[in-house]
C-alpha cells in the first residue's frame, strides 16, 4: 500500500543571511557563507521538493584572542599549540573544516590586566589575515566592554561584513550603530524566551537595521543542562516563523560548543564515577550530541569547540541534505 | 525588664516603653503617628527618621544607604530601642489629600423606577394599635404583630433588646408608632421579618440608607433615602487603613501581627481604622443632611474581599498564600451593632457576594452597575486599582482573572511617583523635535511628583517621541540632557530642580518604567488570557467599560499607546468612574438587584492565572510597547518613532 507524506505548506519563509565579503564586494574574504532560507521544519525537504532547505547548517569554530584559562584540557590536546596565537589557531580551524571562525574577545589579557581595544584590533586583523574564511567577532559578553572593544573592531574592519556582537535586550545599540555604520551583520542574543528574542530582533531593526544582516542567538543549553527548554524555544521559534511571523524569521545561530564543554561529563576526567567512561569520548558525545540536537530544531549556525565534533556533525548533516 | 524613655523632637513628646520595642510602637504611645506604606515590613523607607542620640537597634536597613546610616537614618518600623534615645521624626510630605468625589454633594436619582413596596426589603409602616382593655387582654408583642399584619408583615420577630423596651415605648406613644422591618434578607428570602426600630409616631419621613465602597485607597458612602431611592448625599474620604499599607498584600502583612498584651492586634487596629473611616463619613453625612444617624436602618457593603474581611474582623491571611482561598465570599447579612457602625444598632448591614481571593464584591457590585450580566454585547470590564481585575462576558457568560498590576499606577513604588493630589503632573507632552517636556499639574503651581496618570502619560510620550526603545530602554546615546546615569541606572529629567515644588529634579528612572512595563503588562495580559481562555480575540469585544477612580483620569489614547488597553475604536470605550459604590447602591434599593448580584458572583467562572503557563507568556509578550505582536495595535503601528524610522531601509 503506497504511503502518502503529508506535506506541509508553510506562508512564512526564513530570511537568507551572507556572511563575510569577498574582494569584489568591498572585503578580503576568499569566499562568504549563506545561511537560512528554509521554506519547511529542519531536514523535511519534501515540503518543497529542491526549495526546502536551500542553504545546508553551517558549522563555526570557536577560537580565542589568546590562550584561554578555563578550557578543558582535552581541548588543548585537539588545538595544541596553535591556541597560543589566534591566527593559528584560525588557519587550524580552516583545516579542520570550519565554514565561519567564530572570535571571541576575552575580557582581560594573559597578564590580568583589562583587554583593549588596540589589542582587540589587532587580533581581528591577524585572522583576518590567516584565513580567508568569514568571521565573526563577540565580545566577551559585559557590556561596557563589549562597547569598548567591538566598536574599533568594526571600523578598523569595515566592509567585511563580520558578524558582531554580543547584542543584548539592555545593550545593543551601540554595536547595531557600528555595524550600520561599517557594513557588518550583528548576532541578537536574548535568554531561551520566545517573546525576548523577537523583542530584540525588533529593537535592532527600528534602529533601521536591515533584517537580511541580523541572526538570532536563542541561548542554548548543554544536554542535560537545559537543552530542552533550549530545543523548545527555538522550535517555537521556528514554527512562527513558517507561519509568517516577520520578526522570528531569522537564521539561528546556537552555541553547543560552548556550553558542553561547561558540563561536568565534558570537562573534567578525574573525579567522576568510572561507569562514565572513557572521558574524550564522552566529551565529544556530549558536544556532538547537543550539536545534533539543535540542528533537529533549526540550528542554522553550529559554533563547535573541538574539531572532532565538527567532523561528525559535518556528516550527519550530509547525510540529512540527502535523506 | 527594664523600661527606657525615648524623646520625639520636634516637640519633645516622649515615651516609656521596654527594651526591644519597636520605635513604631514607640512613636504611637507617644501619642503620634507615623506613615507605614508597606505596612511595616521595612520596605517603602518612607518610616525613616534620625537617631539624635541613644540607642537603638537597626534590624534591617536595607532602603537606607551608608551615607543615611552614617547621617543616623534608621526605619522606624525596621529599629528596636535598647535604651534611652532621643529620635528626630522627620517632616514628611505634608499628607494633602485631594478626594473629587467629595467635591460637591451630588444627589443621584433611583437609577430606576423605584416602588419600595416592590423592592425595598427594609420597610418602615405607621401602625394604630387598638389600646388594650380587659376584653382583649393579649401582650403588646402580638398586639404589635396584630396591627403589621394589616400591613401584610406577619410572624413578626422582636429582638430582645427592642423587646425590653416594648411596653414603655407603645404607652409612651399612645399606641401611634412607625415600625421599621426587615422583611427578608438573601439568606432569609422568606422572612421571618425582623424589627428593627418602633418610633412615637409617623416618622415615615425619615428612613434611610447606606451604600458603602471600602476599597482599598478610598471609602464611597452614599446616603439614600429608602422611601424615594434618591441618594441624597455622598461622601469620600481615604481609607484610614492606609497608613498601616498601601495595598492589599501589605494590609494582610499587618493584619496577621500580633499586638503586644496592651495594644490591639493588627487585625483590630485595621479593623478600627476603617469602622473609623466610615463612620466619620456616615457621620459627615448626617450633619450636612442634618438628619439622625439613628435613623439609618440598612448598609450595603462593596469592597474587594481583603477589605470585608478586615471590615468584618476576619482574618485575611490565607488571601495571600497559595492556593490562595478566603475565609468568606458571601457574609451573611449582620446588624450594625455587630459590625461597629455609628447608624442604628439594629440596622441590616449586607455585604456583597465575591468570588474568590482576588475578584471581590466590588467587582461582582462593579458588574451589577455595568449591567453587563444582562447585554448582549461582548463586553470587558476591567477595575483599575492597584489590582487589576477584568471581567469578560454578557448575559449569557461571564469570565473573571485578576492580576496583580502593583501600586505603581497609583503613583507608589516609582521614585518621583505620588498621589493624584495637588502637584502631581497628571499629563506629559514631549515635543518630538526638541524632546521637551511639558506638563499639566494638578491644582496648577509647581510640581512635586508624578501621578499614574502623569506616569503613563510620560511612558506613552518617550516611546512615540523615540526618546525610549520599545523595550523602555533610554536611548543615552541621543544625548539629550535631559538623560542621564542616575543612581536606579539611566532616568530621564521631567522637571529640573528650579521648576519643582521641592527644589529637587522629578525623574522617571529605568526602574521605573520597568515598573511600568509590568503594570501594563500584567493588565494586558489578563485581557488577553481571558480572552484566549472562551476563544474570542480581543479585537471582537463590542464595549470596554473601564471603573475605578485611576480611570477617570486615564487617557485612552496614551493608555493604547503604551498597550495597557486593547486597540479598540474609542466609541467602544468608556469610563464609568465609582461602579462599586454604584452596585452596592442598586443591591441596597432592591431585591431583584440584591438578588441579582448573588446570581452573577456564582455565575462567573474564576480563571486563576498561576494555575499555568499561558499568563507568563501573555506577560512576557505584552513586556514591549505597545506589545511584541505589534499587528494587535494597528493605530500604534500607525505612529513610527520619528528620526529612525526614515533610517529604516
Known amino acids: ?119 582587540a584590533v589587532a587580533v581581528v586583523q591577524k585572522v583576518l589575515g590567516a584565513t580567508g574564511l568569514p568571521l565573526a567577532v563577540f565580545g566577551p559578553g559585559q557590556a561596557e566592554k563589549d562597547n569598548e572593544l567591538i566598536v574599533p573592531v568594526a571600523e578598523a574592519a569595515k566592509g567585511e561584513r563580520l558578524l558582531i556582537g554580543v547584542c543584548e535586550d539592555k545593550n545593543y545599540r551601540t554595536i547595531v550603530a557600528a555595524a550600520m555604520a561599517n557594513g557588518h551583520l550583528v548576532s541578537s542574543k536574548t535568554p531561551m524566551d520566545v517573546n525576548l528574542a523577537k523583542q530584540l530582533i525588533i529593537l535592532i531593526h527600528d534602529m533601521g537595521m536591515p533584517l537580511d544582516r541580523i541572526l538570532m542567538d536563542p541561548t542554548t543549553g548543554a544536554l542535560g543542562y537545559g537543552i530542552e527548554y533550549g530545543y523548545s524555544v527555538m522550535e517555537r521559534l521556528r514554527l512562527a516563523a513558517l507561519q509568517g511571523d516577520s520578526m522570528t524569521q531569522q537564521p539561528m545561530l546556537v552555541t553547543p560548543g560552548e556550553e558542553a564543554w561547561k558540563a561536568k561529563e565534558a570537562k573534567v576526567g578525574e573525579g567522576v564515577p568510572a561507569a562514565w567512561g572513557d572521558w574524550q569520548r564522552r566529551a565529544i558525545n556530549w558536544e556532538t550530541l547537543t550539536g545534533s540536537a539543535l540542528l533537529q530544531t533549526g540550528a542554522d549556525i553550529v559554533v563547535l569547540r573541538h574539531p572532532e565534533s565538527l567532523a561528525r556533525l559535518r556528516t550527519q548533516i550530509a547525510g540529512l541534505m540527502q535523506a | ?352 457576594p465575591g468570588v474568590a481571593s482576588y475578584v471581590g464584591a466590588d467587582i461582582t457590585a462593579g458588574v451589577l452597575a455595568t449591567g453587563l450580566h444582562e447585554a448582549e454585547p461582548l463586553t470587558l470590564f476591567i477595575d483599575v486599582g492597584t489590582n487589576g481585575e477584568i471581567v469578560l462576558g454578557n448575559q449569557e457568560w461571564l469570565m473573571t482573572c485578576a492580576c496583580s498590576a502593583g501600586p505603581a499606577f497609583e503613583g507608589a513604588g516609582v521614585v518621583s511617583g505620588m498621589r493624584a493630589t495637588r502637584g502631581a503632573i497628571e499629563e506629559v507632552w514631549i515635543n518630538s523635535q526638541t524632546y521637551e517636556p511639558t506638563y499639566r499639574v494638578i491644582g496648577g503651581g509647581q510640581p512635586r511628583g508624578l501621578c499614574g496618570s502623569g506616569l503613563l502619560s510620560l511612558l506613552a510620550e518617550l516611546f512615540i517621541t523615540g526618546v525610549a526603545d520599545k523595550a523602555g530602554n533610554f536611548k543615552l546615546d541621543l544625548g539629550l540632557p535631559r538623560l542621564r546615569p542616575g543612581a536606579h541606572g539611566p532616568e530621564y529629567v521631567v522637571v529640573w530642580a528650579g521648576d519643582a515644588a521641592h527644589g529637587q529634579d522629578i525623574v522617571l528612572t529605568k526602574v521605573d518604567v520597568d515598573n511600568l512595563m509590568r503594570a501594563k503588562a500584567a493588565i494586558y495580559a489578563g485581557f488577553n488570557v481571558l480572552a484566549q481562555s472562551v476563544g474570542v480575540d480581543l479585537s471582537q469585544v463590542e464595549r470596554l467599560l473601564i471603573g475605578g477612580s485611576f480611570g477617570k483620569y486615564l487617557n485612552v489614547e496614551k493608555a493604547v499607546q503604551v498597550g495597557l488597553l486593547p486597540d479598540l475604536p474609542w466609541d467602544r470605550i468608556n469610563f464609568l468612574g465609582n461602579t462599586a459604590v454604584l452596585g452596592a447602591y442598586l443591591a441596597l434599593l432592591s431585591r431583584d438587584a440584591r438578588a441579582a448580584v448573588r446570581a452573577l458572583a456564582e455565575k462567573m467562572t474564576y480563571l486563576e492565572l498561576s494555575a499555568d503557563n499561558s499568563f507568563y507568556e501573555a506577560f512576557t509578550s505584552a513586556l514591549f510597547l505597545p506589545h511584541t505582536d505589534l499587528s494587535r495595535f494597528p493605530s500604534v503601528a500607525a505612529l513610527a518613532a520619528p528620526g529612525e524610522a526614515g533610517a529604516r531601509a
Open chain 1, 1 to 119: 500500500m503506497p504511503v502518502e507524506i503529508p506535506k506541509d505548506k508553510w506562508a512564512g519563509q526564513i530570511r537568507t543571511v551572507t556572511l563575510g565579503a569577498t574582494a569584489a564586494e568591498g572585503g578580503t574574504r576568499a569566499r562568504t557563507l549563506t545561511v537560512g532560507g528554509e521554506a519547511c521544519l529542519p531536514f523535511l525537504h519534501f515540503d518543497a521538493p529542491g526549495a526546502a532547505m536551500p542553504h545546508r547548517p553551517a558549522l563555526a569554530l570557536e577560537v580565542r584572542d589568546r590562550r584561554p584559562d578555563d578550557w578543558s584540557p582535552l581541548l588543548g590536546q585537539a588545538w595544541g599549540e596553535a591556541m597560543s596565537d589566534p591566527g593559528d589557531w584560525a588557519r587550524a580551524a580552516e583545516q579542520a573544516g570550519a565554514d565561519l571562525i567564530v572570535l571571541t574577545l576575552s575580557l582581560t589579557q594573559a597578564d590580568g590586566s583589562p583587554n583593549l581595544p588596540a589589542n
Open chain 2, 1 to 352: 525588664m527594664a523600661h527606657h524613655s525615648v524623646t520625639f523632637l520636634p516637640a519633645g513628646q516622649t515615651a516609656s516603653v521596654t527594651t526591644g520595642t519597636l520605635l513604631t510602637e514607640a512613636i504611637r504611645q507617644a501619642g503620634l503617628d507615623i506613615g507605614q506604606p508597606c505596612g511595616g515590613q521595612g520596605r517603602c523607607g518612607r518610616c525613616a527618621i534620625v537617631v539624635e542620640d541613644g540607642q537603638i537597634r537597626r534590624r534591617s536597613a536595607i532602603r537606607l544607604s551608608d551615607a543615611d546610616l552614617a547621617a543616623g537614618y534608621a526605619l522606624a518600623c525596621q529599629a528596636v530601642v535598647e535604651g534611652d534615645a532621643t529620635i528626630r521624626l522627620l517632616e514628611t510630605e505634608a499628607v494633602e489629600r485631594r478626594l473629587v468625589t467629595d467635591k460637591t454633594a451630588r444627589q443621584v436619582a433611583a437609577p430606576f423606577a423605584y416602588a419600595p413596596e416592590r423592592d425595598q426589603s427594609v420597610r418602615a409602616f405607621f401602625v394604630t394599635l387598638d389600646e388594650p382593655t380587659l376584653a382583649d387582654n393579649v401582650d403588646d408583642a402580638a398586639r404589635l404583630e396584630r396591627a403589621l399584619a394589616a400591613h401584610g408583615v406577619r410572624g413578626l420577630e422582636i429582638p430582645l433588646a427592642l423587646l425590653r423596651t416594648l411596653g414603655p415605648r407603645l404607652r409612651d406613644a399612645n399606641w401611634q408608632a412607625t415600625a421599621v422591618v426587615e422583611l427578608d434578607t438573601w439568606r432569609r428570602p422568606a422572612g421571618p421579618p425582623r424589627l428593627i426600630d418602633l418610633i412615637p409616631g409617623d416618622q415615615l419621613a425619615q428612613v434611610l440608607g447606606l451604600a458603602i465602597d471600602i476599597g482599598t485607597t478610598t471609602v464611597t458612602v452614599y446616603l439614600v433615602d429608602l422611601l424615594t431611592g434618591a441618594a441624597v448625599d455622598q461622601a469620600a474620604e481615604y481609607n484610614g487603613q492606609i497608613a498601616r499599607g498601601e495595598d492589599v498584600i501589605s494590609r494582610i502583612i499587618y493584619a496577621s501581627k500580633g499586638g503586644p498584651a496592651s495594644a490591639p492586634s493588627g487585625l483590630e487596629e485595621l479593623r478600627a481604622r476603617v469602622l473609623e473611616t466610615i463612620n466619620t463619613l456616615i457621620a459627615r453625612l448626617a450633619e450636612r443632611g442634618q438628619v439622625d444617624p439613628q435613623r439609618i436602618y440598612k448598609a450595603t457593603v462593596a469592597g474587594n474581599t481583603t477589605m470585608l474581611h478586615l471590615f468584618l474582623g476576619v482574618p485575611p491571611a490565607s488571601i495571600r498564600l497559595t492556593p490562595y482561598i478566603p475565609a468568606v465570599n458571601h457574609p451573611a447579612p449582620l446588624t450594625a451593632a455587630e459590625a461597629g457602625l455609628a447608624i442604628h444598632p439594629l440596622a441590616l448591614v449586607d455585604p456583597l
